[in-house]
């Protein structure tokens, strides 16, 4: 299974970002996928989620900025994250479970099996 996060670069703060992740090797709609992020000297942290069904979840620190969503057809998974700020700044991975979760699972890094590279964010002015 391959995933390719990509969508980053430069923005300023207060404006829109949506990034895609593109899954291949497994079908999608099979598949749980969420965004984590790492920014500079942080930890990874989670970020957003969508479920096979197509349930959303988020971090409480960013849901009413983002958006997750599928299009099975197109194996793909976007992430639309409004209002950016500076400290939004991090690389943002999309990552693919090869199970299905259970909620207290689903936050959590080490329950994903494949990763993508991750695609920089930067918030700036």
């Known amino acids: 299974v391959q995933l390719q996060a990509s969508g980053g670069g430069l923005v300023q703060p207060g404006n829109s970002l949506r990034l895609s992740c593109a899954v291949a090797g497994r079908t999608l709609r099979t598949t749980e996928v969420a965004w984590f992020r790492q920014g500079p000297g942080k930890e990874r942290e989670f970020a957003a989620a969508?479920?096979?069904?197509?349930?959303?979840y988020y971090s409480d620190s960013m849901k009413n900025r983002l958006t997750v969503s599928r299009d099975n057809a197109k194996q793909a998974v976007y992430l639309q994250m409004n209002m950016l700020r500076p400290e939004d700044t991090a690389v943002y991975y999309c990552?693919?479970?090869?199970?299905?979760?259970?909620?207290?699972?689903?936050?959590?890094?080490?329950?994903?099996?494949?990763w993508g590279k991750g695609t920089l964010v930067t918030v700036s002015s």
């Open positions: 969508i479920r096979r069904n197509g349930a959303t």
């Open positions: 990552a693919a479970a090869s199970s299905g979760l259970i909620l207290s699972t689903l936050k959590n890094a080490n329950y994903y099996d494949y």
